[in-house]
């Protein structure tokens, strides 16, 4: 049956290959250690890369910003509060932007424009939700209040929830190209499909 789980690889093998990258302040470097994997752990490497992210980013405003007297911090409060909302509700929308898309590039029978489709509102997803917590970091600084840093993370990490490449995501986007009528195994096309800046 097409689009089945059967050839999903799990998180187990991203897991294995970039957890130093996970434990160290090297989240940025995590795809280069899937570089000859498949195209779905490539994918979750990335987004795993994203994730973890704020780390050391938390580490680095405490430093600086541990001995300043905070200021407008109601105001920067709000303004980090606004934007997660917003920020959780573009990721929302761009989820609901796969079978627009397919439609829009005529792309439902061809697997590579449907990979490729997938992989555009997943890092769409993943950029949206980064930037709550980019907001938290700007309200942390400008405020020199480093509590705030907190306040973006769990919007970031809400929208990361509604956009991550798990397998039920993965089955809830089959099911939209089963309505379709398209015969293409999801799991299978992100997985064999090339990214276009990379090679392989």
Known sequence: MAGS??????????????????VLPLHFLAHFFVRDADGLT???????GF???PL??????????????PRGVAVWTAATIAVGFLEVGLVVWSQRRF?????EREA????GKVADTYRRITMLGIALASASFLIGFVAAMSSESAGLIWLGLPFMA?????????AGNLARRQEELRVLGSPVDLVEAVKTTPWRWQNG
């Open 99 to 103: 079978t627009p898309l397919l439609r």
């Open 5 to 22: 789980a059967v050839g999903d690889p799990g998180w187990r093998p991203v897991l294995r290959r970039i957890w130093p990258a996970l």
């Open 158 to 166: 809400t929208g990361l929830a509604l956009c991550a490449p798990t």
């Open 108 to 111: 439902t029978a061809d697997p």
């Open 51 to 53: 994730a973890f992210a």
């Open 42 to 48: 490539k994918l979750r490497a990335h987004f795993l």
């Open 56 to 69: 050391p980013i938390v580490s680095v405003v405490y430093f600086i910003a541990a001995d300043f007297e």
